[in-house]
Nanobody, 113 residues
Framework: QVQLVESGGGLVQAGGSLRLSCAAS????????IAWYRQPPGKQRELVAG?????GKHYADSVKGRFTVSRDNTKLYLQMNSLKPDDTGAYYC?????????WGQGTQVTVTS
């Protein structure tokens, strides 16, 4: 069983930065479709950023130029700069191990104006 555990969330003022981490219980290169999702209050979960099988990175339009996704062998990261109140939400790490979809438990990010 592969587990993903997020950390790094918190309360920050608009314009500030946070770095989220997602620790995997296996070498993260064995996990495909690895990505960050978020769920704003009262809204559906949405894709924020991810890394494809060949290392290509993709971002939601709303975070392009402000967020950067990266990884090493054990963790997935999300560097979030120039944060806005609309970035508030629970942030989840996602990946697929074989055919099994895995979600972390989430970490809360709150951006105040």
């Amino acid at each position: 069983q592969v587990q993903l555990v997020e950390s790094g969330g918190g309360l920050v003022q608009a314009g500030g930065s946070l770095r989220l981490s997602c620790a995997a219980s296996r070498n993260i290169n064995s996990i495909s479709d690895i990505a960050w999702y978020r769920q704003p209050p009262g809204k559906q979960r949405e894709l924020v950023a991810g890394i494809g099988l060949r290392g290509g990175k993709h971002y939601a339009d709303s975070v392009k130029g402000r967020f950067t996704v990266s990884r090493d062998n054990t963790k997935l990261y999300l560097q979030m700069n120039s944060l806005k109140p609309d970035d508030t939400g629970a942030y989840y790490c996602y990946g697929k191990y074989g055919t099994v979809s895995i979600w972390g438990q989430g970490t809360q990010v709150t951006v105040t104006s």
